[in-house]
T-cell receptor, first 115, second 113 residues
Framework: EPEVTQTPSHQVTQMGQEVILRCVPISNHLYFYWYRQILGQKVEFLVSFYNNEISEKSEIFDDQFSVERPDGSNFTLKIRSTKLEDSAMYFC??????WGGGELFFGEGSRLTVL | AQTVTQSQPEMSVQEAETVTLSCTYDTSESNYYLFWYKQPPSRQMILVIRQEAYKQQNATENRFSVNFQKAAKSFSLKISDSQLGDTAMYFCAFMKYGNKLVFGAGTILRVKS
């Protein structure tokens, strides 16, 4: 069964360093998302992406964050200069349709630890 | 802004019994979708069940069913004949057009043998 895959599963980085989290969405999906979950807190929407541009972003998604689809398969989240509060689980998701309550398929997540 | 509230941080149920997880939400939208996602210890969130707000009939998927009360903005999940594999974190989520999900805080469900 098709699935969303994410790498790395866990990354430890020093504050101020750049981090790139990678995702391979399901191949025929057109809409891509990043969510994050700080330990013990809700899963929060970060950004949605369609047709090579951001469709919507949350207040969390500030200038330190960027997303890119560098080729036909990968979808990346870059954090330019990590802060301690960026420590969280980051989930990538993809969906086939935008309307009709299209199901989002989630990856297993990338745990980011900022020291 | 939409909010989703899950008032039960943790629940336990004996194997083969029935359990109901609660969820309420707040929105001014009339058309939207509601979901229950399951997140087992392996971490990947999996869709359990989906409800379209314009449908009065409650959604069912095998042992999983919902009680959708639109006027009360309530969306509870009932799991019948609970199995050990149902042990997981369960998230209630709201979606309007645009596919942005708003999640509740989650309920940890433990199924005991």
């Amino acid at each position: 069964e098709p699935e969303v895959t994410q790498t790395p599963s866990h990354q430890v980085t020093q504050m101020g360093q750049e981090v790139i989290l990678r995702c391979v969405p399901i191949s025929n999906h057109l809409y891509f998302y990043w969510y994050r979950q700080i330990l013990g807190q809700k899963v929060e929407f970060l950004v949605s992406f369609y047709n090579n541009e951001i469709s919507e972003k949350s207040e969390i998604f500030d200038d330190q964050f960027s997303v890119e689809r560098p080729d036909g398969s990968n979808f990346t989240l870059k954090i330019r200069s990590t802060k301690l509060e960026d420590s969280a689980m980051y989930f990538c998701a993809s969906s086939e349709a935008l309307w009709g309550g299209g199901e989002l398929f989630f990856g297993e997540g990338s745990r980011l630890t900022v020291l | 802004a939409q909010t989703v509230t899950q008032s039960q941080p943790e629940m336990s149920v004996q194997e083969a019994e029935t359990v109901t997880l609660s969820c309420t939400y707040d929105t001014s939208e009339s058309n939207y979708y509601l979901f229950w996602y399951k997140q087992p210890p392996s971490r990947q969130m999996i869709l359990v069940i989906r409800q379209e707000a314009y449908k009065q009939q409650n959604a069912t998927e095998n042992r999983f069913s919902v009680n959708f009360q639109k006027a009360a903005k309530s969306f509870s999940l009932k799991i019948s004949d609970s199995q050990l594999g149902d042990t997981a974190m369960y998230f209630c989520a709201f979606m309007k057009y645009g596919n942005k999900l708003v999640f509740g805080a989650g309920t940890i469900l433990r199924v005991k043998s």
